[in-house]
Structure formats: structure tokens, C-alpha cells
């Protein structure tokens, strides 16, 4: 099984780049993962509507290029489904039993994901109704992944 992760933005912060190589770490016994960074467009504080816009179809050509080919796309959207850690198992396990040896996790950058890829993605995920910083949600969805196989292979992982 091989999990790509497109995300917008690059991580600085040495805390979270421990997490998420501890977390890409536990992974590799059940996965190959791979994270590959879309540089982010400019986003001033009062941008309008059409410059909003711009900047998510900018960042979506850039996401839409990289996505593999026959890969199942979950894409993060805060009105996606939100679903329990056991549901979310199943959905990986029926992706691979469905034949999808590639999964592809979209994460948008700072205004989110734009309406194509969106309206594309197999599946739209909410982790909740909060809002979180893009950045840690890569952490936080490596997590879950993990937590997924974990649930898959029926092993111990705490609750």
C-alpha cells in the first residue's frame, strides 16, 4: 500500500517535523508514505473574493498535478464526513480490498482546497468541526492513518 499526502505549505517547526517522521516511521511496516509539499501562493489578510479564488484554483492546479493515477483521494474539507477512527479503518480496508494499492490525503493550505478538487475527490473527511491549523493537521492525520492499520491488522494501539 503506498499513502501519498499532498499538503500545502512547507513545515518549519522542528516539533512537528519529529512527529510526523516518528508517525511516517511506525507507518513503514504497513505502508510506504510519502509527503510532497505544494508551495503555497501569497495570502495577504484582506485579500477579496476574487483574489481568494485565485489563489485556491493556483494551488489546485498545483495539487491536481501530482495526484497519482488510479489513486483513491480523500479530500480534508471541514464540511466532509466526519466518521470514527473503526469507520475510517474500514474505508482504508475497502480501498485496498476495492484494488487501490495508492491512497492520496489532500491537505489545502490556508483558505482550503478549491471547488475542482473538491467536487473531484473520492471523499470529502472533517476530523471535526474545529478548525485546524494545516500544518498540524498533517500530524494528526499520520496519526489516524496509523491508528487505521493498527485497527486493520488487529493489534494493540491505545484508545
Do not use: W
Amino acid at each position: 500500500m503506498k499513502v501519498n499526502i499532498l499538503a500545502v505549505g512547507k513545515i518549519k517547526e522542528n516539533y512537528l517535523k519529529d512527529g510526523i517522521a516518528e508517525y511516517i516511521k511506525r507507518l513503514s511496516a504497513f505502508a510506504s508514505v510519502q509527503i510532497i509539499e505544494i508551495m503555497d501562493e501569497k495570502c495577504p489578510q484582506n485579500l477579496s473574493e476574487a483574489e481568494k479564488k485565485n489563489v485556491l484554483q493556483k494551488e489546485g492546479e498545483k495539487i491536481l498535478a501530482q495526484i497519482p493515477q488510479n489513486s483513491f483521494v480523500y479530500a480534508l474539507a471541514i464540511d466532509g464526513e466526519k466518521i470514527s477512527s473503526k469507520k475510517f479503518s474500514e474505508k482504508i480496508q475497502n480501498n485496498m480490498i476495492n484494488g487501490f494499492s495508492n491512497i492520496t490525503f489532500i491537505i489545502g493550505g490556508t483558505l482550503g482546497l478549491c471547488d475542482e478538487i473538491l467536487q473531484n475527490c473520492d471523499f470529502r473527511l472533517s476530523f471535526s468541526d474545529m478548525t485546524f491549523p494545516h500544518k498540524i493537521m498533517r500530524f494528526i492525520l499520520l496519526e489516524q492513518i496509523y491508528r487505521c492499520f493498527k485497527i486493520i491488522n488487529n493489534e494493540p494501539y491505545h484508545k
